[in-house]
Every structure is written in structure tokens, then in C-alpha cells.
């Protein structure tokens, strides 16, 4: 660009400086302060949403992996009550009832016989 702006200076003198700058502004390549300003000022905007939307998503992927942890551990408390659970209903001895004796028991092969 330098050897441009020597040779329109050069060659054309003002008028091709003027030209040259008009044409800058007609292909977009040249912008006024403000706008350059707005364009920034969306960027940053956009940039920070974007930002403040993934904190949001990692406290929540935090929040659910807590709570997965402590699903986790309950469950794992739970299992260890129903084990503790069968072993000590395994360890009962098993009533037999006696000779005239009425059982509750709903296995009818633990039924007095008659």
C-alpha cells in the first residue's frame, strides 16, 4: 500500500489521494470511528453471552454430577442395609411349630399334620 499512496501522490497529486479514498470507502475498506466502534462493541457483547452461557452450563454440569455422587452414595448405603437386612433374617432360626400348635406361616409344609 505504501508504494501506492507514493505513486498516486507522484502521479496524480490530491485529486488521485481523493480518488483513491473514495473508492477505500465505497469497497467497505475504509469506516467511520462509530461504526468500527459498534462492530466492536457487538463482538464483545456476543463474546461475553457466549462467556456467561458456558459458566452456566459448567455450574449446572457441576450441580448434576453432585447430585449424581450423592445418588451414588446413597444408594450404595442402601445396599449395604439390605444386605446387613438378609443376613440377619437368614441367621433366624426357622419356627417349627409344635404338635397342636397353629402356625402363621404361609408355607403349608410348616402346617400341623392332622
Known sequence: MPDLATGLVVQ??????LAATVML???GRLVPRS????????RDAR???????????????????EARHLAQDQAAIALEVART????????PNPR????E???????GLAPQT
Open 12 to 17: 496524480g497529486g490530491a485529486g488521485a489521494i
Open 25 to 27: 470507502i465505497l469497497l
Open 35 to 42: 461504526v468500527l466502534e459498534d462492530v466492536r462493541a457487538d
Open 47 to 65: 463474546v461475553a453471552e457466549a462467556l456467561a452461557e458456558r459458566d452456566a452450563w459448567r455450574a449446572a454440569h457441576d450441580r448434576s454430577e
Open 85 to 92: 437386612a438378609d443376613q440377619m433374617l437368614r441367621a433366624l
Open 97 to 100: 411349630p409344635t404338635a397342636g
Open 102 to 108: 397353629v402356625s402363621d406361616a404361609l408355607d403349608p
